[in-house]
């Protein structure tokens, strides 16, 4: 929604100050930032590729090992529905764990970046 209020003193006309283009290339090659990069790829490259295995292994198995995945557990309950299921229990089981993760390890450390940069500006 539109407004036509004047900005609050001390504001620039165009918004805040930005960083300069050099000031993001210098960050990008900073420890800091590559710690923060390594931080985020050692958690989030291996549990890709887990759950893509995973996956594959699900697909392959209702392709090629349809008597494996008759299998009755309980009832009329049978190997592919309870393997379909923990596929969406791993889902949200890896989103949770990324969440704490980002909070705990990613978001610091991000902050702390963010932080130098507004100050050097």
């Not at 001390?10 to 283009?21: E, R």
């Not at 090629?64 to 791993?90: C, D, E, P, R, S």
Request: hydrophobic share 50%; glycine share 6%; net charge neutral.
């Amino acid at each position: 929604m539109a407004t036509d209020a004047p900005p609050p003193p001390g504001a620039s006309p165009g918004g805040p100050v930005q960083p300069t283009t050099e000031a993001f290339v210098a960050m990008q090659a900073s420890p800091d930032f590559a710690d923060l990069r390594r931080s985020h790829r050692s958690f989030a490259f291996p549990l890709t590729i887990a759950f893509v295995t995973w996956y594959l292994l699900y697909v392959l198995l209702c392709n090629y090992a349809g008597g494996f995945m008759a299998t009755k557990v309980v009832g009329n309950i049978n190997m592919a529905l309870v393997l379909g299921l923990a596929q969406f229990a791993t889902t949200f089981l890896i989103a949770w764990l990324y969440s704490r993760h980002a909070a705990t390890q990613l978001d610091p450390k991000a902050e702390a970046i963010k932080s130098r940069m507004e100050a050097d500006v």
